[in-house]
Structure formats: C-alpha cells, structure tokens
C-alpha cells in the first residue's frame, strides 16, 4: 500500500464536473483577474466566517503584510508572535517595517504560550500575532485580554485553520483583523496561490483593499502593491467552499481514527485538543524521540509524512540576528526533534489509516 501525504487529485476527481465547468466560465468570461467569480468568492467567504469583509489577495503572506501595513506599523515597532509557524508570519513583520519578538508555546497544543506574552511587551509593543497552529484555534480569551490591557491590535494567522472555532467562536473573528491562505495544500485551497484578510472593521478594510490594488484604481491615492486573486481560484474557492463543513468534519474523524489507533502506543504522543476547541485538523502531528528513525521506516513502507516544521522559527539562520538560544524557547525547542506530521485529508482511507497506524505500533 501507499499512502501520499495528501491528495488533491483525488479531490479535483470528486468535484471534476463543477471545477471543469467553472473554469470554462472563467475563461469564457476571460474573467481572468478578480472580476465576478473572485467578488462572488470573497462575499461567500465573509458571510461564512460572519464578518463584515473579505478583501482577497494573491497569497497568504501578501494578507499578513498588507493587513500589517494597514495596522500602521512604524519602523522599530514591535510584533510579538509564536516561535512555532511558518516563516510568513514573521517575514512579514519584518518586510512591514517592525520587529520581530518570538513567543514560546504551549508544550500541547504547539499554540502560543498567552502565560509568556505578557513579559514580552514594551513601550515598542504595537500588536500580537497569533497562529491557529495545524488547525487547533489559540487560547483566545487570554490572548484578547493582555492586548486590550495594553492597548495591542491583534491579527490572527488562520492559514490553517478554516473554519475552527474557540468557545464556538470562528478563528478569524476575533482580533482587529485576520488572515487567511488558500494554498493548494490547506483545508479550502485553490488551484495555485491565493489568500485573503477578513476584518469587521470598515476603514481598515478600504485600506487593505487600496494598498492591494496598487493604491487605487483610476486615482492613486497612496503607492501600494498588486496582490490580487485570479478568477479561477475564486471560481474553483466557491465550488469547494460548500463542501469543507463535511471536510472539517472527515478530517476530525480520520484524526480520531488515529488517536484510538495510537494512543496507547509506547514512545507516541497524540494530538490534544485543548477544551473549548473545534480543531479542524490541518495536520495530525504526534511527538516521539524516535521521530527521524520512524520517519525513515514509514517512508520504506511508502508512508508520506512531514515535518512542519524542521525547526522553530528564532533557530534559522534568518533570525541568528536576533542571537537567542534553545533555553530561549525550551518548547518550541524540544517539540522541533520530535514533531511528525502524518497523512491526513479528507479522502483518506480506513484502510491507509489502519496501515499508518499498524506501521507506527509495529516499529516500537
Ligand atoms: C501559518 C501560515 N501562515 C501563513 C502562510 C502563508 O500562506 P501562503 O502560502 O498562501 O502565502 C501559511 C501557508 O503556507 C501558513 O501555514
């Protein structure tokens, strides 16, 4: 048997017919950047998440930047944010004019620590950027409590987290302003790059929509940037956004299959969902000491897995200018030698799960 890490043409097979007709009309249309389909997307989209906007961009991390562009960074202001993500959420703070201030985790959910923010704060603290790490929503109440006693705004990184919620609260609809990344990979992907930011608030949201579309159309108000989202990844976002409810909830199931399957297995640890959660399951990463000896033996039995991420964000060479050390970031740390991703969407089998599972027990 082999087990991919994902598969996406399974998906596209499912859907054939509608993403088939879909793209026609695109083309048909030559409707081929933003234009009808991308409106159609970003107004399904915001009424889904209930907020009041949606601007699309061309990818995930062009979201970060503008939103944080748009939140008025000024040079040397300071951004606290999780030492555990993938590198656009820090990039962008720096490309954006600020500084980049690292935050341990939470030694479960792999979320940022809101216990450690707090002594992260200075007089340069302008805001804090939350990641919704594999799907798992952060510990909200807290993270909005430190920013509203210290007068923060708050940008949530949903890049992996669509649809989860926190106290039955969508991820996305609780900071100033939130991002979204539709890479092909993510749980509602498109057909090449895309993103979006989602926010309730009107003046940032004509901002964000200027600065995206080269500070206006006709009449440049302000110099901005082209980041726009093609008519077919709006065409092929609203055939798909129908179905990622049953998704969110095939993933939780496969999620589930793992963790009884494994749970009681010696040297493995499987994902918490911390209370309040509805984790929509991006990745299903366990932890163990053995990680890169397993990884090796799944990857014998042709048992896709990865790792996300190979290291936590302060010890690549891109922030060794920042000079910290693993006691700097004992979770982030430890959780970088022991993290596995395994196969996880929704077309999985049964079968490939049971596989998965019987290969891990059988190598302990
Ligand atoms: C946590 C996180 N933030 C931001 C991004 C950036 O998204 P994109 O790849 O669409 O630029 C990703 C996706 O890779 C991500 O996983």
Redesign the pocket.
Known sequence: MKVPFVDLHVQYLNLKDEIDAAFKNVINNTSFVRGPFVEQFESAWAEKLGVKHCISCA????A?YVSMKGLGIKPGDEVITTAH??I??SETITQAGGRVVFCDTDEETFNINPALIEEKITSKTVGIIP?H?YGQACEMDAIMKIAGKHNLWVLE?C??AHLATYRGQRVGTFGNMA?F???PG?NLGAYG???CIVTNDDQLANWATTYARHGGKGEHVMEGINSRMDGLQGAVLSVKLPHLPDWCDARRRVAKSYTSLLEDTEGVETPVIASGREHVFHLYVIKTDKRDALRQSLAEKNIATALNYPKALPFYPAYAYLGHQPSDFPNAYAHQSRILSLPIYPEITDEMIDYVASQIRQFN
């Not at 990818?59 to 062009?62: F, P, S």
């Open positions: 990818n995930g991390t062009d970060l993500s993938w656009s959420t990641v790490l990184d890049a992996q991002t990344s539709f890479y993510k790059d895309a993103g």
